[in-house]
């Protein structure tokens, strides 16, 4: 009860702002301090957005950057997680590999996204490998961040009782490195609508971010402004959906303010 | 059933080969507690790492059971000074993931670890993770998960230190009741005098670095262990026999030794 309450007192304030700050905007147009056809009000914004002719095209352009964004999330996170598990296995291989892997973490990926369409074309393959690239980073390097700062004593005390290679990276250091993972697999979601979004700019035929690329040029500010929306909404989703799986997957840490429970002895 | 003989160990440092172990043998018979005490950074640890088979030692070798076993890992039941137990397995699993590691078969390692929980007073937690214990608690969770491995030698490893006092002093009576009841080939590593004299069948005094035997006490109280054994005379005089050593081999300890 008292988790339910702390949990509305800290939804209505943002809650109440952001309601304030729509309402601003609305009033903004509704008495022509803007024009209309420069900043659309909220209300047009949605009435475009459902109407007839915009909503089925909405929700075909939503699903398939859903879809490539999910491709190259899913795509990158496991060819991440896969070498970093590699390099973490091979440590010569690592000395050599991870200083480059931590500068390429100053290169905007997206910047080889001409590249990829000029080797690729424009179909769906250009654009899902520059999702993969963009999202494979984190994650490869949260996971061996995670993998290599495993406990000192938990590693001794493993290896004292007769855990090889293989048992300390399945039994240990995996786990040890969940949490890190997910911090990677965090960033990588926001990342790939991010990523997934800027590619169908380029190749403005499907996806929320082409539609929206299209929108602006017919000058059609609702529109533009309703796939925004959308695309902040599956970013945020993909995000939750992470955060849950987190809380799902790591059920042995302390609760936030929990004091230790002693029982005595 | 632990046989140590004449183990060297030294490390390459900046200017040569630092000596930590000279000419170090014991012996630990089947059923026998042994003690190891000496100053801090006299190279317990090292001895351990060796008898455990993670360190390779420069000359000597490791027997146990009457298998050469130096350099070779699983040997061993082990107690760390920090309880270890892995923050993401509740306490029984990782009671039974240790055994399945030592190589006892699934179903009986969690049954044993079940059964023994129970018998210490720790069924109720036996599902819950390892935070919401206290330091006692874990200690006494890490010690059952050694006595419970199927390897007949544990090490333990100052596995006290880290607790206040009375919860310490609680914690070796406790041990002692069970030990005695399951007599275990034991080999302890401890800075504390009085833990050593009240727990061992027999005492191991090591000097500082590098570490060599510089006695060997047979503790002659008898079993169980009445827990007012410091009003015994031998106790007192014992106390002061191997605080001499710990005094004379601490002179020459270096700063950081």
């Known amino acids: 009860m008292g988790n339910k309450k702390s949990l509305w007192s800290r939804v209505w304030p943002p809650a109440v702002a952001l309601g304030a700050l729509l309402a601003c905007w609305q009033a903004a147009v509704s008495f022509s301090l803007v024009e209309e056809w420069v900043i659309p009000s909220p209300a047009g914004v949605v009435r475009e957005a459902f109407s007839a002719n915009v909503w089925p095209r909405l929700t075909e352009h939503t699903g398939a950057t859903v879809g490539l964004a999910m491709i190259g999330f899913a795509g990158g996170s496991a060819a991440g997680f896969g070498l970093a598990a590699l390099l973490h296995l091979l440590p010569g291989v690592r000395r050599g590999v991870y200083p480059l892997l931590i500068l390429s973490q100053n290169v905007p990926i997206v910047i080889l996204a001409p590249i990829m369409t000029m080797l690729f074309g424009y179909g769906l393959l250009p654009k899902a490998l520059l999702v993969m690239l963009v999202c494979f980073f984190p994650v490869c390097i949260a996971m061996l961040g995670g993998l290599s700062g495993t406990d000192e004593g938990l590693r001794h005390y493993m290896r004292m009782i007769g855990s090889g290679k293989w048992t300390l990276f399945w039994r240990l250091e995996l786990p040890s490195a969940v949490q890190s993972l997910f911090s990677g697999l965090k960033i990588a979601a926001s990342y790939s609508v991010l990523s997934a979004t800027f590619a169908e700019m380029l190749a403005p035929k499907t996806g929320l971010g082409g539609y929206m690329v299209l929108s602006t040029r017919g000058f059609m500010p609702e529109r533009a402004f309703a796939s925004a929306i959308l695309i902040i909404m599956i970013s945020l989703a993909l995000f939750g959906l992470i955060a849950l799986a987190e809380r799902l997957v790591i059920r042995w840490r302390p609760e936030k303010g929990e004091t230790k429970r002693h029982a005595g002895g | ?141 890490s010690f059952l998960r050694a006595l419970l491995s199927p390897q007949p030698l544990m090490l333990l490893d100052e596995p006290f230190g880290a607790l206040d006092a009375l919860t310490r002093a609680e914690m070796q009576k406790w041990l002692l009741s069970i030990w005695e009841e399951n007599r275990r080939s034991v080999l302890l590593v401890t800075h504390s005098i009085e833990e050593a004299l009240y727990l061992s069948d027999r005492i191991i005094v090591l000097s500082a670095s590098p570490a060599e035997i510089r006695d060997e006490i047979i503790v002659p109280f008898e079993r169980p262990r009445r827990e007012e054994l410091w009003e015994d005379a031998r106790f007192n005089a014992l106390k002061g026999r191997i605080y001499r050593h710990l005094q004379t081999s601490g002179r020459k300890e270096q700063p950081h030794g």
């Open chain 2, 1 to 141: 059933m632990l046989e140590v003989n004449g183990l060297n160990v030294g490390f390459r440092d900046g200017r040569g080969v630092k000596e930590v172990l000279r000419d170090v043998s014991l012996r630990v018979e089947d059923g026998e507690f042994v003690s190891i005490i000496g100053p801090s950074g006299s190279g317990k640890t090292t001895l351990f790492s060796v008898i455990g088979g993670l360190l390779s030692p420069s000359s000597g070798e490791v027997r146990i059971g009457g298998r050469e076993t130096t350099g070779e890992t699983g040997h061993v039941a082990y107690m760390p000074q920090q309880a270890s137990l892995l923050p993401w397995l509740t306490v029984a699993g990782n009671i039974e993931q240790s055994l399945v590691i030592a190589g006892a078969e699934k179903g009986s390692a969690r049954k044993d670890a079940l059964a023994w929980l129970a018998r210490i007073g720790l069924a109720e937690y036996a599902g819950a993770y390892p935070h919401v214990l206290s330091g006692g608690m874990q200690q006494r969770v």
